[in-house]
């Protein structure tokens, strides 16, 4: 079976296909219902509850498809767009499809259910098209950080979905959050911390800290105590308090920026004891 990967193929025949198909489907499906219709409405109710309708229909959908395959319709090709994190192997399990398998027994709708479970397919979108191709779209989830819990990291999305666990090293540049509902808020800080792309660059890791707010870590091991309400405009305060007296580049180990009146800084033991030291700057 081809699979092919971001390309289309020119299906021959397409029409001459379709018609052929419309034609024997619709001699065995009139002849099924005619008989349906033959009699009184009491005995179609009959057959009905004692199943000899269903068994009929599967019958006559088993003829179509054995029909189909007979006139080649089967699955030939499969083609793929959007994929790049998935693997080739997990498509093809989820879409469960053999070479050979005639098209007519085979689910889109089913197959989509079991590719939107994989982890990294967000949407899936697949159908049939005469006589022999499985059309696939796949988009995926978007890495947005690697989320620390219990001592391990998960690669999350911007949805907070859990991406992947294993083989995640080549995203170790993506900030990393901890706490145990911080997936589903790191969609909104990320926005926030591009608003500063220099200082956002210095950090390394976002704590949510009692379900309300951010603390950040920096690069040079300062902290920074972000408010529960409005985090945005105490983080632009922060980046035109960088710009105007270099306050990052102090002895600090936390900035607490959590009341809009005041900024509270915690100095590093060093540098406390130098404040204390006779002659020391106040």
């Known amino acids: 079976m081809r699979f092919v990967m971001r390309g289309r193929t020119k299906l021959p025949h397409r029409g001459a ?55 080649g319709m089967t699955v030939r090709t499969v083609l793929l767009q959007g994929r790049e994190e998935t693997s080739r192997n997990s498509i093809l399990a989820a879409l469960g499809v053999a070479r050979g398998q005639p098209l007519l027994a085979f689910d889109p709708a089913a197959a989509k259910e079991r590719l939107e479970r994989l982890d990294w397919v967000r949407e899936a979108a697949v159908e049939r098209r005469f006589p022999g191709t499985i059309a696939v779209r796949i988009v995926e989830r978007r890495p947005l950080a690697l989320w620390q819990r219990d001592g391990k990291l998960a690669l999350v999305d911007d949805t907070g979905t859990v991406i992947e666990q294993d083989n995640i090293a080549r995203f170790a540049s993506l900030p990393i959050i901890v706490g ?54 105490a983080w632009a305060r922060l980046a035109d308090l960088d710009r105007s007296t270099g306050l990052l580049q102090r002895d600090l180990i936390a900035i607490d920026l959590r009341m809009n009146d005041r900024l509270i800084l915690q100095l590093s033991p060093a540098a406390a004891r130098r404040l204390r030291e006779p002659g020391a700057d106040t």
């Open 17 to 71: 296909w379709t018609a052929r198909l419309r034609r024997t489907t619709g001699w065995i499906a009139a002849g099924f219902f005619v008989a349906m219709l033959v009699g009184a409405s009491g005995a179609i109710a009959v057959l009905w509850r004692s199943g000899a309708v269903a068994s009929g229909f599967d019958q006559m959908r088993s003829a179509v498809i054995a029909r189909s395959a007979e006139m």
């Open 180 to 233: 145990d509902d911080a997936p589903h808020h790191a969609a909104a800080l990320l926005a926030m911390l591009a608003s500063e792309p220099r200082l956002k660059a210095h950090v390394r890791a976002a704590v949510w800290v009692a379900d309300r707010r951010w603390n950040l870590h920096l690069d040079n091991g300062i902290d920074v105590r972000l408010p529960e309400e409005r985090p945005e405009a």
